[in-house]
């Protein structure tokens, strides 16, 4: 154990110094090809090369290193996990899965396995600067089209903008898609909610990703003096956006295992003396069914319009994401178990609330998630952070899996 908790020192504080590269000057803020994450590439890239693997960064900025098989014909395993943040995020949400990856494949010091190891840091799985999830593990499916390229920023930069800024050509994106000779994908991830620690375990393996939808929702209304206006005279759009959010809550609570948030609200023109006449929100929707899902989208947005007609507003939809729950492999989930077990600690299975880039890989080949307990349930917070122990808990649990994998027992 001394081993792995010794790196598991070095993969929490490695999180921690990657949060000093932000976009903001008081906590973290990293958004995909942000130029904070140029110099964690430089960063992570250096930690690849000193565990023994040659590194690349792939046309849609996701950095990948490569550990040789001896065996050159084996399919290889890529474990991996994001390096963009939320706004003000914590230091271990993405970073920790890339860094346990590299620490996985530092343990092996140079030995070679027979199945080949690829370390992924996926450059966009947040969804931050495009409005749009998980762009790169959805290169790597090649799941990147024409129409995602042309997406603009708030700034008005678009994604093919935004990678031709990085140094990267769009044109080559399918470049980083995976064909074949690929075992399955293992994502280490802090839960991100209060499950584990209620249960005093540091590790879980996770049975399915809930599905989620993400919209992006209008009002429109007339933009007029404060001062002046009567109220009886008025159509404004933020307080029709209101009267909506509550709508939304109540509706979202009727419903079991269902959340609903609005984490995003602009008012245009945005100033204290004038009537907000425009109001975008952001709608996130997540449930295990994704029929209970679509049904409640429906009714939201249902909802949406008799507010609207009664305050003369115009209301307008669009969606951003409809990502379908997945299951995990189930033979690659049980690999996980016996190696959790194996590691001497008893086997948990949950669902993942928090959408991961495994939804997207599981669409091209068997993917499998690790969990480690998350102190307090806080994510998306500063406040974030993750056991040592806990890590070194996850290194021996993958060190284990490595083998079962070996021995072909997947
Ligand atoms: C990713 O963090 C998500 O929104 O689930
Ligand atoms: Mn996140
Ligand atoms: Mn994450």
């Known amino acids: 154990m001394g081993a792995y908790l010794a790196r598991a020192g070095e993969i929490v504080s490695r999180c921690r110094g990657l949060a000093s590269h932000s976009e903001q000057v008081d906590g973290l803020t990293r958004t995909f090809l942000s130029g904070p994450m140029c110099r964690v590439h430089a960063e992570v890239g250096r930690w690849m090369n000193l565990a023994g693997m040659s590194v690349c960064v792939d046309p849609v900025g996701n950095i990948r290193g490569s550990y040789p098989g001896a065996d050159p014909n084996a399919p290889r395993l890529i474990v991996g996990s994001h390096l963009d943040t939320v706004p003000n995020a914590g230091a271990f949400d993405g970073p920790l899965g890339v860094l346990l990856g590299i620490g996985l494949v530092g343990l092996l010091a140079g030995r070679r396995l027979k199945l080949p190891i690829e370390v992924a840091g996926f450059s966009e799985e947040e969804g931050v600067r495009f409005g749009v999830p998980f762009i790169g593990s959805r290169a790597l499916v090649g799941d990147i089209d024409a129409d995602l390229l042309t997406r603009r920023d ?18 080559r994106i399918s470049e980083a898609s995976i064909s074949t000779g690929v075992l399955g994908y ?24 809930v599905g989620q939808s993400r919209l992006e929702i209008r009002f429109g209304g007339q933009a007029n003096h404060a001062g002046t206006t009567p109220m009886h005279a008025r159509r404004d759009a933020l307080a029709g956006a209101a009267e909506w959010m509550i709508a939304v809550e109540r509706e979202a609570r009727a419903v079991a295992d269902l959340v609903a948030t609005i984490g995003c609200i602009d008012a245009k023109p945005g100033a204290g003396n004038v009537i907000p006449g425009e109001a975008t929100l952001s709608l996130d929707v997540r449930h295990p069914e994704d029929r209970v899902r679509h049904e ?34 189930e033979r690659l989930t049980a690999a996980l178990a016996r190696a959790v077990e194996d ?14 880039d495994a939804m997207i890989m599981a669409r ?4 499998a998630m690790l969990f480690l307990r998350s102190p307090g349930g806080i994510s998306h917070h500063p406040d974030e952070s993750v056991l040592v122990e806990d890590v070194a808990a996850a290194l021996a649990a993958g060190a284990r899996f490595l083998e079962e994998l070996e021995r072909g027992r997947e």
Do not use: K
């Open 296 to 329: 409640v989208v429906d009714r939201l947005l249902g909802c949406a319009r008799p507010i609207a007609t009664r305050r003369g507003l115009r209301v307008s939809s669009e969606s951003r994401l409809d990502q379908p729950s997945v299951a995990m492999d």
């Open 154 to 171: 708030a700034r008005g930069v678009s994604v093919a903008q935004a990678i031709r800024d990085f140094g990267l050509d769009p044109s």
């Open 186 to 209: 293992l994502e280490m991830h802090i839960e991100q909610g209060p499950v584990l620690e209620a249960l005093s375990l540091p590790l879980s393996v996770v049975e399915s990703i």
């Open 364 to 367: 091209r080949m068997p993917a």
């Open 343 to 356: 590691s001497g600690h008893p086997v948990h299975r949950m669902h993942s609330g928090a959408g991961h």
